[in-house]
């Protein structure tokens, strides 16, 4: 009797301390976020904690899972912006009564930007974990890559089951003409050096996003949640680098300073608003847009009925997208302590913007009007590029004008490091005068494409010479050759060359000319495509 009163004692101990056990384990798991910044706060990729529960807390509302972006991390939600002060996307969410979950992933760790498989898988592993912390699906809030990241997670690893609503914020679902530029032929030396060329910024090519959709968006997964879009169209405080983004992307439409309005929108998704206040940084802002997404944030419930219409755009309608230009590109390597030259040239007078990028703030830069005068880096606005920029880490150097002087100008360039290299942007506020019509998805033997003239071209004389290089994913050309065009037709067809492999290219065409006057004529169009079997 004695033993067996003993036996009765030792399993009533056990099972108090279990729970108690149990319950220490997850707390060192899981852990909360108080007001304000946490503690101490970890870049471990998968590490995952909460928000602080709210006061006013309510168990019918879904937690809410915040994803960032391309090299961001938890602290993009809670802490500062790159222009706009605190995020305080946090707190609205808290002051609602939603229980909020922060993620960090492979970006966190500060070793460039993973791909939307890399972070995809990662993210649908701990979503599984995220669900059965909770016992229920959660809704998730991404801003721009954030959002591919988690239809990776959703659609390419069967991550639905354990989430309702995704809301993605500024999202370049067919992605951004400027991861295109990052990876042309002219910008290569700059990205290399700054670090910029890594799986993150290759996937937001705008080729390699046609192929990510070809492969997400005919996968029935795709319609297993419901998608909410919103984007802005303000590119950010003057002279910064979202401002230059969205200079360089007007020629493809309305943008935030990275995304293109259109990009941020899926065929199956319904667009809730496209503000102008906002620009890439500030549309994940609380008090930006909070109040305006939270009532589809209320339910996990994926048969609501939309409130709004749906998105009207289709992925064939954006790989038709023409890409016009009215820009002039150049790059290349800076030897240390040696001047080097380059051309702008301007057929015509018009208000222009010349961007000029190098990988150290020290570079010495000169331009020569063809008038003689010249302009140094003190008439210049100088910014980095911060945050999401595909430049991150660049010195920027500004030179606005209101009138360029037609002619020949001379861009001077000095480095004082040993490892260096320039990217210049030239920019013509006055119509683009030319139009590529290429797919975006393109067969291995049906690569072609036409060049037209649009009405605001110049009257040209003698023939037009095209210059098309093709880069492939390792940034090794594939191909280089000229074309000689009679300057009388009004379109140009082509097709790219020495492609036998699908893939991802990056094709850069610098088209030059003379005018009518016999002044120089100099432009560039990059776009990437993917070519399929």
């Not at 492939?472 to 050309?477: A, F, T, V, Y």
Request: with cysteine; glycine share 8%; hydrophobic share 35%.
């Amino acid at each position: 009797m004695r033993l067996m009163r003993r036996c009765v004692a030792l399993l009533i101990v056990f099972f108090i301390m279990v729970p108690m056990i149990s319950t220490n384990v997850r707390a060192e798991v899981v852990k909360e976020l108080g007001k304000g910044f946490p503690d101490t706060e970890v870049f471990t990729p998968g590490e995952w904690f909460l928000g602080q529960k709210p006061a006013n807390y309510d168990e019918n509302k879904p937690p809410i899972l915040f994803v960032q972006g391309r090299n961001g991390n938890a602290d993009s939600w809670y802490g500062k912006t790159v222009y706009h002060d605190i995020n305080d996307m946090y707190d609205y969410a808290l002051k609602a009564g939603y229980q909020t979950v922060f993620i960090q992933l492979y970006d966190a760790a500060g070793k460039g930007s993973a791909s939307q498989w890399d972070n995809g898988k990662l993210l649908a592993q701990k979503l599984e974990e995220i669900y059965n912390h909770f016992g229920k699906k959660v809704n998730i809030v991404a801003h721009s890559k954030g959002g591919i990241d988690t239809q990776a997670a959703l659609v390419g690893y069967g991550a639905n089951r354990f989430v309702g609503n995704v809301i993605t914020l500024a999202t370049p679902h067919h992605g951004s003409n400027l991861a295109d530029l990052s990876y042309s032929w002219w910008a290569g030396w700059l990205a290399s050096i700054l670090g910029q060329k890594d799986d993150g910024t290759y996937s937001l090519q705008m080729g390699e996003m046609a192929k990510f959709r070809s492969t997400i968006d005919n996968n029935p997964a795709a319609k297993l949640n419901r998608y909410y879009t919103v984007t802005g169209t303000s590119w950010g405080p003057v002279f910064s680098a979202l401002s230059m983004g969205g200079f360089y992307l007007s020629s493809y439409g309305s943008n935030d300073g990275l995304v293109n309005e259109w990009s941020a929108k899926l065929p199956y998704g319904t667009h809730l608003f496209t503000d102008s206040r906002f620009d890439h940084d500030n549309i994940r802002k609380g008090s930006a847009v909070f109040s305006r997404i939270e009532p589809y944030l209320r339910t996990s419930n994926v048969a609501v009925p939309a409130l709004v219409a749906s998105s009207t755009s289709s992925n064939e309608n954006i790989e038709q997208l023409n890409t016009t230009s009215n820009q002039n590109i150049l790059g290349g390597e800076l030897p240390q302590n040696q001047w080097i030259e380059q051309t702008v040239t301007v057929d015509k007078k018009a208000e222009g913007i010349v961007s000029i990028l190098t990988a150290s703030s020290d570079v010495e830069v000169q331009m020569i009007s063809p008038k003689g005068k010249m302009y140094t880096n003190k008439d210049s606005v100088i910014t980095t590029g911060e945050g999401e920029s595909f430049f991150g880490g660049a010195t920027i150097r500004t030179f606005k004008f209101d009138k360029m002087d037609v002619g020949e100008w001379k861009v001077k360039m000095m480095a004082k490091q040993s490892k260096d290299a320039f990217l210049i942007v030239s920019d013509y506020n006055s119509g683009a005068p030319f139009v590529l019509q290429m797919p975006t998805k393109v067969k291995v033997n049906k690569s072609e494409y036409k060049l037209k003239k649009s009405p605001v071209a110049p009257e040209m004389k003698g023939d037009l010479s095209i210059t098309v290089r093709v880069v492939n994913k390792e940034g090794k050309l594939v191909s280089e050759y000229n074309e000689l065009q009679n300057v009388n037709n009004t379109t140009f067809t082509g097709a790219l060359k020495d492609i036998k492999q699908p893939g991802v290219y990056n094709i850069t065409m610098d088209i030059k000319g003379m005018n009518k006057e016999g002044q120089p004529y100099n432009r560039t169009i990059v776009k990437s495509v993917y070519v399929e079997k």
